[in-house]
């Protein structure tokens, strides 16, 4: 084990596994894990982080989140060219401002993290800070 990996080393791909389950769980509330609707979001996050470094079918997460984006920020799109900085505020202030079931709220914390990565600027800052965490602790990259 490296220094400073609690867990030893955990792939990607198993990280997005158990983010997920996670996630299942904690948004059912029906097991010794529960998630209110802002940690449900918190956790979405990570899973989004997960999804975009694991392989395979997690990343299908990221791609669909994109497309969904362009859609809107777009020079064609239903609201005219907002920015993905627009994009990530109504992100932001529909998950911590609606009252929305945690299932819902994983969901959007999911596609927050290609969101916030796409915006940039101070969005990114908790990718990086999440990477650097996930690396060190983890030993996932």
């Given amino acids: ?8 080393v955990i792939g990607s791909g198993l990280a997005a596994l158990i983010a997920t389950t996670i996630l299942i769980l904690g948004c059912r509330g029906k097991g010794k894990i529960k998630l209110s609707q802002h940690s449900a979001a918190c956790w979405g996050y990570v899973a989004g982080y997960f999804y975009s470094v694991g392989a395979t079918f997690w990343t299908s997460a990221a791609v669909i989140t994109g497309g969904l984006s362009s859609a809107l920020t777009g020079p064609d799109g239903a609201v005219g060219n907002g920015g993905m900085g ?15 079931p945690p299932g819902m709220s994983a969901i959007l914390g999911v596609a927050a993290f290609t ?6 600027g101070i969005w990114a800052v ?5 990477a650097k965490a996930a690396g060190n602790l983890l030993g996932i990259h």
């Fill in 115 to 120: 969101i916030f990565q796409q915006a940039g």
């Fill in 126 to 130: 908790p990718a990086g800070v999440l």
């Fill in 86 to 100: 627009g994009v990530a505020l109504l992100l932001a202030v529909i998950a911590y401002g609606a009252k929305v």
């Fill in 1 to 8: 084990m490296q220094t400073g990996q609690i867990f030893g």
